[in-house]
């Protein structure tokens, strides 16, 4: 996968539907804790013109995609019907503990 980013705020968990990307740390992290319902794969990180253009000395971080293969509600992590990533309230610590100044948090009723 190639993720091509024409601007980026600093978040370590990205969005471009219907794929999640995460930072090599976070990941690293969600790893380390035997969370479940994912795998990691590699991702081509891409500045497009624009970013190369307003952010000349910004440099973007190593990311991996994060491939959601578990059930929401029973796994560490799912997706909702509309695709949506659900987290265990277990995930949701360890995502917290990150940079995630600009995601949308909501309650799943599942």
Known sequence: MEYRFTGWLG???????P???VT?????ALVSKHLSGFCLDAVDVVASE??????????????????????AGRDDFGLSDDHSLVVSDAALRLLRAHTLSHCDFHEYGG
């Open 24 to 28: 090599q740390r976070l990941g690293a």
């Open 50 to 71: 624009v970013f190369k253009e307003m952010h000349p000395d910004r440099n973007l971080p190593d990311l991996r995609w994060l491939k959601v293969t578990g059930q």
């Open 11 to 17: 978040d370590e968990l990205l969005e471009t539907f």
């Open 19 to 21: 794929c999640f990307v």
